[in-house]
């Protein structure tokens, strides 16, 4: 989390953006975000034309720094520092249940992350992560699957780590995507979320649109 002083109201947003990615010494910058939570309980991003005074109400705001953006290949992120991040906001995604997928994808993702954390493969060290840390909801029945994957990266830098683990990440469905609740014409509850394929449409986990960008010019016009 990123606290503002109370000099720093009067700035624009971009400026603040600006001064938290230099102070992460950060130059792929225009994947990522700053988000506070809006007074209705709700997060949104910080719109960077605007003064943060005019955006901020909370007396003492605090800021999420995340991707906001990601691409559909992650092998395009030039610098150790993004994959790094990117890394960090799967595993978070990961563990708060966000990033949906199958058993065998999260035990694969979790492997990656305990080689990146730990090293190679140790009974004694692997139990004691996967005992005191919660990777990925419901692990207890997936620790065995771990285990098997992890003793397979023997060798693997925590570099190399991030590189495997976003490369499975990308291939699941929910890869990247943040919904936002809404309401269709009917009443119906939906979901929206923003990607590289353009506006996604769904219930759940599963798509029933995507509007892609060449349809939202068309629509707009």
Sequence with gaps: EIFLLDSEQKILGCDFFNKVCGHLKLLEKEYFGLEFRHHNGSY???E???PLAKQIKSDDPAFRFIVKFFPPDPGQLQ???TRYLFALQIKQD???GSLTCNDNSAALLVSHILQAEIGDYDEELDAHHLENKQYVPNQEY???KIIRFHKKHRGH?????DVHLLEVARKLDMYGIRPHPAHDGEGMRINLAVTHMGVLVFQTCT???VYTTHFIHLWRI
């Design 79 to 81: 610098k150790s520092l």
């Design 44 to 46: 949104v991003w910080l």
């Design 207 to 209: 798509i029933l649109l």
């Design 94 to 96: 990961l563990s708060n």
């Design 48 to 50: 960077l034309l605007k």
């Design 142 to 144: 997936l620790d065995h």
């Design 157 to 161: 830098t925590p570099a190399q780590s």
